[in-house]
T-cell receptor, first 113, second 112 residues
Framework: GNSVTQMEGPVTLSEEAFLTINCTYT??????LFWYVQYPGEGLQLLLK?????DKGSNKGFEATYRKETTSFHLEKGSVQVSDSAVYFC????????????FGKGTMLLVSP | EAGVTQFPSHSVIEKGQTVTLRCDPI?????LYWYRRVMGKEIKFLLH????????ESGMPNNRFLAERTGGTYSTLKVQPAELEDSGVYFC??????????FGPGTRLLVL
């Protein structure tokens, strides 16, 4: 079946540092890939997505590239801010039928001033 | 446009009691999903409605869980009787098609 593996957290960074959160997946066919973010006290928000190999999703300075050869969708940001502190979830949907999401365990990011 | 809303935001109940969670999707979204995150684990799919019909309920853990979607609008998820392992955060999401799902803030359930 489908599965998503994310790096363990928390990830602790200083403001303006470079961020990478690793995500790899196992899926049949050609899944769509997503990063969701949960800020403290809020629900899940879609951060970015990519629907086919070599696509790059980007939003709010975050980027992730769909790498089929390495089955990866790593999240990156060049310069993090304190306001980026949140839990980040990597997820996928299969390309067959309706789009049930399969999530990773989530990675907490803590950014200090 | 109002987002997905969930009620209550928190619920603390004793083992053996009944709890009903409610989700109001974004207006016009035919697809409604329930997910659950048990502490320290992944967010797991529970079930999927298309309008008032259950499209996929393969993630429902057992028959203590009952989901309904009245008239294809809001949905309820009832847990009866609640067990300790039911504690977690229950998320609802809606979407107009098979594209992006929009999530609510979640209901935090604690069973003592």
């Amino acid at each position: 079946g489908n599965s998503v593996t994310q790096m363990e957290g928390p990830v602790t960074l200083s403001e303006e540092a470079f961020l990478t959160i690793n995500c790899t997946y196992t899926a049949t066919g050609y899944p769509s890939l997503f990063w969701y973010v949960q800020y403290p006290g809020e629900g899940l928000q879609l951060l970015l997505k990519a629907t086919k190999a070599d696509d790059k999703g980007s939003n709010k300075g975050f980027e992730a590239t769909y790498r089929k050869e390495t089955t990866s969708f790593h999240l990156e940001k060049g310069s993090v801010q304190v306001s980026d502190s949140a839990v980040y979830f990597c997820a996928l949907t299969s390309n067959s039928g309706y789009s049930t999401l399969t999530f990773g365990k989530g990675t907490m990011l803590l950014v200090s001033p | 446009e109002a987002g997905v809303t969930q009620f209550p935001s928190h619920s603390v109940i004793e083992k053996g009691q009944t709890v009903t969670l409610r989700c109001d999707p974004i207006s016009g979204h035919d697809n409604l999903y329930w997910y659950r995150r048990v502490m320290g684990k992944e967010i797991k799919f529970l079930l999927h409605f298309v309008k008032e019909s259950k499209q996929d309920e393969s993630g429902m853990p057992n028959n203590r869980f009952l989901a309904e979607r009245t008239g294809g609008t809001y949905s309820t998820l009832k847990v009866q009787p609640a067990e300790l392992e039911d504690s977690g955060v229950y998320f609802c999401a809606s979407s107009p098609s098979v594209e992006t799902q929009y999530f609510g803030p979640g209901t935090r359930l604690l069973v003592l």
